[in-house]
């Protein structure tokens, strides 16, 4: 077998045999300041990257601290080592402590950290 042709069936065979899924860990974070003294309401904003094993679909959640989750969101990716960068925002009117976390769901579990903020309205 010729070199080319051999290292072409290890290209597709490896391609063929990756692992969907995400890479662990997930760190999400908070944009603006993590403490928000002054005017409300006030948004915070959470912003990570998810990076993949493998090609497919990736489905994901965000939570909250009140207990809200938010819809199901789907990222496509179609290679391994493949970033996608994901956001969501958290606008409060009162006084409040809390976090906001990715969770993975398919086709592998995973929970970022939970990125905590404080707010207090004046």
């Known amino acids: 077998m010729s070199r080319s042709l051999f290292t072409l069936l290890l290209l597709v065979a490896s391609a063929a045999l990756a ?4 890479r662990s860990p997930v760190k999400l974070r908070v944009v603006n300041p993590q403490r928000w003294d002054g005017r409300c309401p006030h948004e915070f904003r959470f912003i ?7 090609a497919g679909d990736v489905q994901y959640t965000w ?3 009140d ?3 938010s819809p199901i969101e789907t990222l496509h990716f179609n290679r391994a080592n493949q ?8 606008r409060l ?3 409040h402590s809390g ?3 990715i969770r993975v769901i398919r086709p592998n579990f995973i929970r970022s950290n939970k990125a905590g903020f404080a ?3 004046r």
């Open 19 to 22: 692992v969907p899924g995400v």
């Open 48 to 54: 990570d990257e998810i990076t993949s094993r493998g």
């Open 63 to 65: 939570d909250r601290s």
């Open 67 to 69: 207990g809200a989750a």
């Open 83 to 90: 970033t996608a960068t994901v956001r969501t925002t958290w």
């Open 93 to 95: 009117a009162s006084d």
């Open 99 to 101: 976090w906001e976390q």
């Open 119 to 121: 707010l207090r309205c």
